[in-house]
């Protein structure tokens, strides 16, 4: 019986360290009894991830690796730690937390992401110790689930570049104020609300930010005042409320979910008033769905539509878009598009319902008799095999030589 070879220990340090940083600190440390040459090297792993998933000793475990770490950063000091991540689910102990987080920020971490689980009650809610907000000066990138901030302290983070916060709770109005003036330098925001105190409307100023995601359940306005703002995605808003005139001239790509009784000529005023807009995504979810959409814009480039959630017909007229070169549709049958102005030739990608019957293949060819533009391209997405057992060779044939021609 032949040994069998070990090639990763044939690899040099720094790539074995690069592939167990992507590994849970709790499978990197057990490593250490490979050998002796793997004895030390997780103290070289410059990534800390911590998942509860009900260890019953999880702050023991936690506690005993940060001492070894801190002892390691002693003596080698090519033992550094930039990234910290705790994930738990059933328990968490905000103690313990605090003192981890300070852990981190003391050794310079750049990378913090915290999530956490819990019943959506107020004590389900961690809240940020001040170590964190005030003291995390090289931090570039933090990614927050179940937490809750408020203006009691003002927040200071001059490296921070991406922040994304799910199922926050912003205690008071000025919390969100002081968290964007605290960050000059960054580009790129992930919000999702739960509660909240903006009753009306939320207002974002920020002259660093480039990508701004928004969800929140609640039918209020936004008011954005982002002069370098490039890509916007925003869900839950009504349309008719969403002011973006301070950053209208810099936005390239926008993302929208159509909720809360949408209204088609605010949707219509809305694009048109971003000069530079390129690419354009809209989702049409029941039951405040869109029945009209009309689409006038000199810069757009691509349109993605998503009806996939509606049974109601849905018309979609392109009345002035001289560089549209591709349209994209996943949904019903019940869409019809016409182009006003046909300056291109579109490339046209659908997904459509998959019920595939007979039935389904009489639809398809309806529904692509009524698509009412000059297409380059028609590629149709299908999910499932059965597709291909149910229709015979005859229909196939018969979609190739309707395509051709069309």
């Given at each position: ?9 044939e ?11 992507f ?132 927040f200071s ?8 916060l ?15 003036l ?52 925003l ?99 019940k ?46 997405h ?10 015979n ?14």
């Amino acid at each position: 019986m032949v040994d069998e070879e070990d090639r990763i220990s044939e690899l040099p340090d720094e790539i074995i360290i690069h592939i167990l940083s992507f590994l849970p600190t709790e499978d990197v440390v057990r490593t250490c009894f490979l050998s002796k040459r793997w004895k030390l090297m997780w103290y070289l792993v410059p990534k800390l991830s911590f998942y509860e998933q009900g260890h019953r000793n999880f702050d023991n475990y936690v506690n005993n690796c940060l001492k070894h770490r801190k002892r390691g950063m002693v003596c080698d000091l090519n033992s550094v730690i930039t990234s910290f991540k705790v994930t738990t689910n059933n328990y968490r102990n905000d103690t313990s937390l605090d003192k981890w987080l300070d852990f981190a920020v003391e050794n310079k971490v750049k990378e913090i992401n915290l999530s956490f689980s819990g019943d959506w009650s107020s004590s389900s809610y961690y809240w940020l110790p001040e170590t964190l907000v005030v003291k995390a000066i090289y931090l570039t990138i933090l990614d927050l689930a179940l937490v809750r901030l408020d203006s009691r302290y003002s927040f200071s983070f001059p490296s921070l570049k991406s922040l994304s916060l799910s199922s926050v709770w912003f205690a008071d109005t000025d919390t969100v104020d002081k968290l964007l003036l605290g960050s000059p330098s960054l580009e790129n925001l992930q919000l999702d609300f739960d509660v909240f105190s903006f009753r009306d409307c939320l207002h974002l100023c920020s002259v660093s930010l480039k990508f701004l995601d928004i969800n929140t359940p609640n039918n209020i306005g936004v008011e954005i005042d982002c002069i370098n703002l490039e890509s916007l995605t925003l869900q839950g808003f009504i349309f008719d409320k969403i002011n973006l005139s301070s950053c209208s001239k810099a936005i390239r790509n926008i993302s929208l979910t159509c909720f809360w009784g949408a209204v088609s000529s605010s949707l219509e005023h809305l694009i048109s008033s971003l000069p530079l807009l390129e690419n354009l995504t809209l989702s049409n979810w029941h039951p405040w769905k869109l029945k009209h959409i009309k689409i006038s814009s000199q810069t757009l480039k691509s349109f993605n539509l998503n009806h996939s959630d509606s049974e109601d017909e849905l018309t979609v007229l392109i009345e002035s878009a001289p560089k549209l070169i591709s349209f994209c549709y996943n949904g019903n049958f019940k869409l019809s598009v016409s182009m006003v102005e046909s300056c291109n030739l579109l490339n046209g990608t659908f997904i459509l319902a998959n019920n595939y019957d007979i039935n389904w293949f009489v639809s398809m060819v309806n529904f692509l008799l009524n698509l009412n533009c000059s297409w380059k391209r028609v590629s149709l997405h299908v999910d499932s095999d059965k597709v291909y057992l149910s229709l015979n060779r005859c229909y196939f044939k018969f979609i190739s030589i309707f395509l051709s021609v069309y």
